[in-house]
């Protein structure tokens, strides 16, 4: 199923709306994939992800803003979604800090341990999602 960038359809909104972890691929300099595991908020139809700037994702974004997500159900393994996006610097300094304790409370975490850390959020523009189910 392939949805376009402004709308997501109601089961891709429920799936993506659910706390679960995300495995997001950007692209290094010389080109290899990178992949992380993040926390992301739906917000819209775009994703919103957090991270310190010196881990190795944000910096591969600054560079080239395309992402690639995969996230999947863990009670159905084999049932998940992909996105394919761009990504944008959204949030720096306290909105950064703001949106990595929103997370913290979304997972299950401590959004205190967060306090004193320098943090950047981005806004993934969602261009197309798949859902595949085995």
Not at 70 to 95: C, M, N, T
Request: charged fraction near 25%; avoid cysteine; hydrophobic fraction near 35%.
């Amino acid at each position: 199923m392939t949805v376009g960038a402004s709308t997501l359809s109601p089961n891709a909104r429920e799936f993506l709306g659910a706390a679960r972890y995300a495995t997001i691929s950007t692209i290094n300099p010389d080109g290899r994939p990178h992949q992380a595991i993040v926390w992301y908020l739906l917000e819209g139809d775009d994703l919103i992800v957090n991270s310190r700037p010196e881990r190795r994702w944000p910096r591969n974004l600054a560079g080239d803003p395309r992402i690639s997500i995969a996230i999947y159900e863990s009670e159905r393994p084999h049932h998940w979604f992909g996105v394919k996006g761009v990504a944008e610097l959204l949030h720096e300094g306290a909105e950064a800090m703001a949106d990595i304790q929103a997370m913290a409370r979304r997972y299950g975490s401590d959004p205190e341990k967060y306090v004193g850390q320098d943090r950047l959020s981005y806004r993934i523009r969602i261009e197309r999602v798949f859902e595949y189910d085995s």
